[in-house]
């Protein structure tokens, strides 16, 4: 499974971003879909899931409210709505597939929020 990240960028506090993951090769195996991102000197944390299937959706409580997370299964495309970004959403965000035979990441997608 290939997958290519799209949408990251500058912006100011209270704007909205989208990013896009399109997913390519054997995206059959994917099982579920998500968004982690990576704070300079933090730990990696999962932003945001979504099931192949049923679509069921789980948030970190910090974006609860602000992201969506959604999915495009006929696009194999998964996308996450940010609003009313803060300046603690800076981070390098990252998408992940999870697979019946094993888990892929992207390549990262910047996202700055100036104050």
């Known amino acids: 499974v290939q997958l290519v990240e799209a949408g990251g960028g500058l912006v100011q506090a209270g704007d909205s971003l989208r990013l896009s993951c399109a997913a390519s090769?054997?995206?059959?195996?994917?099982?579920?879909m998500g968004w982690y991102r990576q704070a300079p000197g933090k730990q990696r944390e999962l932003v945001a899931r979504?099931?192949?299937?049923?679509?069921?959706?789980n948030y970190a409580d910090s974006v609860k409210g602000r992201f969506t997370i959604s999915k495009d299964n006929a696009k194999n495309t998964m996308y996450l709505q940010m609003n009313s970004l803060k300046p603690e959403d800076t981070a390098v965000y990252y998408c992940?597939?999870?697979?019946?035979?094993?888990?892929?990441w992207g390549q990262g997608t910047q996202v700055t929020v100036s104050s």
């Open positions: 979504i099931t192949r299937v049923g679509g069921s959706t």
């Open positions: 090769g054997d995206t059959f195996s994917i099982s579920a």
């Open positions: 992940k597939t999870w697979g019946f035979a094993r888990d892929y």
